[in-house]
């Protein structure tokens, strides 16, 4: 498989794991660029475990990120890179136009509502996962509020400790979310950094270029 960057990310990445906790790999990679041309196309996500590791294909990489995909665009903001290539680092480079302020909005808002809904519908055996799903509500809206107003992302949280004691809080009582939600939607709502459109040309010329480089 031909990794052109990965890095550990999810709670490791967050600074919010605990003895037990699960390692989480996210990568991309490059298929040769004649399997595109076949009658079946290369499969587009690989997932291992052992640790717990995706990798997606850069065709959907790119896709992914330039919808802001909050998991899949993560890996363009990391500190540490397990793997890291000229390529890889291209990518990485072309981080900041390859985001939109209608996308945090839409993808990071999204998500952030699907933590609540699961707060609020869950059944007795789900509780003891309630606070895992707080806790990814409070960092979800943290980074569309930092992306937003300062169109970068800063993965590690400043503060693991109050994220987490804000969602033993929120786990108690889900509807403690809702001001939460109310006040990144303002903030969305206001002036931002992040271009109105994701640079797809910026975007589809590095991907030709990777196309180009594993052509045999």
Known sequence: MNVLLAGVVGSTAYGLAHQGSD??????FAAPTADLHGLHRPQESVVRYSPDSTFHEVGKAVRLILSSNPTASEILWLEEYQVSTPL??????????LLSERGVRSAYLGYATQQLRKLLTRGPEQAARAAKHARHLVRLLRQAEELHTTGRLTVRLADP???RRLGEWIAERPERAEPLLSRAESVLDGPGMLPQAPD??????????VRRAFYI
């Open 161 to 163: 400790d109050e994220v």
């Open 23 to 28: 390692i989480d790999v996210l990568g991309m």
């Open 200 to 209: 797809e040309a910026a975007a589809d010329a590095w991907l030709r270029r």
């Open 88 to 97: 890889g680092e291209e990518l990485v480079a072309l981080r900041g136009s």
